[in-house]
């Protein structure tokens, strides 16, 4: 899958939604996050997650994303629901609608990605003080089911 130059991405999607995944990867070392290297909130934890691609299934945009974001390979366990993004602060990027689902580790080697994430992932039996809030009320169960 090919995906769109920054310039056209910005364009379309301050006119339509934007569909994207979160993933919840949870084993027993708690729940995996990530702490933004890009904007917006650098420096805050948040859940991995992507734009879904055109023609792209849902499940292998997680596949993809979790490779890139983490390292890891993942299996998917459980649809959560979807969360609605409505005011997302950088520009260009309007009303997002994310994909939730749970999935679980399977292989890989944990790994950041700078330029797409952030660098350093951890895993947390309890959510950090320093956490976007939208990610924390996914992680709260708020969700459109």
């Known amino acids: 899958m090919k ?11 301050q006119k339509v939604p934007r569909v994207t995944v979160d993933m919840v990867i949870k084993d027993s070392r708690g ?4 702490k933004r290297g890009i904007k917006p909130d650098i420096g805050k934890w948040h ?3 992507g734009t879904v691609l055109y023609k792209e299934k849902a499940i292998d945009t997680l596949k993809r994303v979790a490779k890139e974001e983490t390292g890891l390979q993942i ?9 609605e993004y409505r005011k997302w602060k950088e520009p260009g990027y309007g009303h997002i609608i994310s994909l939730v689902f749970l999935v679980e580790p399977i ?4 790994k950041g990605n ?3 994430a952030g660098e ?5 039996k309890m959510l950090p003080r320093n956490i976007i ?3 924390k009320k996914i992680l709260q169960g708020k969700l459109i089911k």
């Open 3 to 13: 995906k769109l130059p920054e310039k056209d991405f910005k364009l379309i999607y």
């Open 31 to 34: 729940i995996l996050l990530i």
């Open 47 to 49: 859940l991995p997650g």
């Open 75 to 83: 299996r998917v366990k459980k649809f959560l629901g979807a969360f």
């Open 107 to 110: 292989g890989g080697s944990l």
């Open 114 to 116: 700078a330029r797409i």
């Open 120 to 124: 350093i992932l951890k895993f947390f």
């Open 133 to 135: 809030l939208d990610q």
